[in-house]
């Protein structure tokens, strides 16, 4: 059985005083939903994480960061290592992302360094994937996957490996409103969860959890659960909003598996 989970990726929105804000209105929606079935997620940009750390303390909301160097420390201006993230309060790392693959140069070679410094460090990564519309478009998509996955997970070990978890996220769909059909993500889910085992091995890949991102709201998250091998959700636009992300994590808890 796969834990569900829900993060919230804030992105470059919010100052301290709102991200405190935010952080606890959902706090407050949240305060019964026990830890047992969700791991609810809040990724805050850098200069809040210490802030949304504190109020959310004697919660059972979770701390992450979007994004990590893979130097322990160094002279690396403007880089933020895996033990400064952990010093905050994060458990989770978001890698990947696809607005860093688009705007930062980063690639399936530095995802892979900053995956394997996350693990080092005992921290939890979510790597993120997926295609972009004209790779869609070509029909490109499942290869676009296979490189992402193979690449970005090489040389890491089977016991690592459960650790790590995989947001398939279509460049398409981020902050266009446009969600693949659940139908549409769960075959690419089901595509990386053959991959996975094929790297690894059955009891590994069913172990890793798989959450899809890309425009979800409170009136998808439920369809998009229900699917066999989706575990959760990465959430952009929607997390912004203490009602929407409340929202989603209560329904997603609901049909959670
Ligand atoms: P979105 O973003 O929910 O606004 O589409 C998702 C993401 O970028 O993680």
New binding site residues.
């Given amino acids: 059985m796969r834990k569900t989970i829900i993060a919230g ?1 804030w992105k470059m929105y919010k100052n301290i005083a709102e991200a405190i804000e935010l952080a606890n209105g959902i706090k407050r929606e949240l305060f019964n939903l026990g830890d047992e079935r969700i791991d609810t997620v809040l990724c805050p940009p850098f200069t809040a994480l210490r802030d949304v750390s504190e109020v959310i303390s004697e919660s059972n909301i979770l701390l992450g960061a979007q994004d990590v160097y893979w130097e322990e420390e160094g002279a690396f201006t403007g880089e933020v290592s895996p033990g400064m993230l952990k010093d905050t309060g994060c458990s989770f790392i978001i890698i990947g ?1 696809s ?1 860093r693959r688009q705007h930062f140069s980063e690639t399936n070679t530095t995802v892979n360094k900053k995956l394997k410094a996350v693990l080092r460090n005992g921290l939890t990564p979510i790597v993120c994937i997926g295609e972009t519309l004209s790779q869609r478009e070509e029909d490109k998509t499942f290869q676009v996957l296979e490189d992402h996955v193979l690449n970005g997970l090489d040389g890491i070990l089977e016991e690592e490996a459960s650790k790590i978890i995989i947001a398939y ?1 279509p460049v398409w ?3 266009t409103g446009k969600t693949a059909t659940p139908q549409e993500a769960q075959s690419a889910h089901a595509y990386i969860r053959g991959l996975l085992k094929k790297m690894f091995n059955t009891d590994i890949s069913e172990s890793i959890r798989i959450q899809y ?4 709201k409170p009136d998808n998250i439920v369809e998009l659960m229900k699917q066999r091998d989706i575990d959760g959700a ?5 997390s912004l909003k203490i009602e929407s992300f409340s929202q989603i994590v209560k329904k997603a808890c609901e049909v959670s598996k």
């Avoid at 990465?234 to 929607?238: D, E, M, N, R, T």
């Fill in positions: 990726n992302h607005e996220e769909a981020i902050g991102g890309g425009s979800v990465l959430v952009g636009g929607a």
